[in-house]
Nanobody, 119 residues
């Protein structure tokens, strides 16, 4: 069994910052690309940022320059530092990771952590 658990969401004023954390646990042999997605009410889930095991990162255009993704391979953890937050960043943020338990890689998802940007 593999679990991804996110933390760090909450309510923040426009212009503020939050740091999201996601840790994978269980019968893990190897972790590949990890990423953050978000889904606003009535919208489709979209990629926010991803990072490979070699720490190559990719960002949605809407968050470039404001968000930073990083990872700690020893702890199977991915972080998302979110600065200069805007109301349009309001969404439930989900962590996804490609994980091998000894065989092929499969995608696993966390349950999400809500982020609300409002004054």
């Amino acid at each position: 069994q593999v679990q991804l658990v996110e933390s760090g969401g909450g309510l923040v004023q426009p212009g503020g910052s939050l740091r999201l954390s996601c840790t994978a646990s269980g019968s893990i042999f190897s972790v590949g690309t990890m990423g953050w997605y978000r889904q606003a009410p009535g919208e489709q889930r979209e990629l926010v940022a991803s990072i490979t095991s070699g720490r190559l990162s990719n960002y949605a255009t809407s968050v470039k320059g404001r968000f930073t993704i990083s990872r700690d391979n020893a702890k199977n953890t991915v972080l998302l530092q979110m600065n200069s937050l805007k109301p349009e960043d309001t969404a439930v943020y989900y962590c996804k990771a490609g994980i091998s338990t000894g065989g092929p890689y499969f995608d696993y998802w966390g349950k999400g952590t809500p982020v609300t940007v409002s004054s």
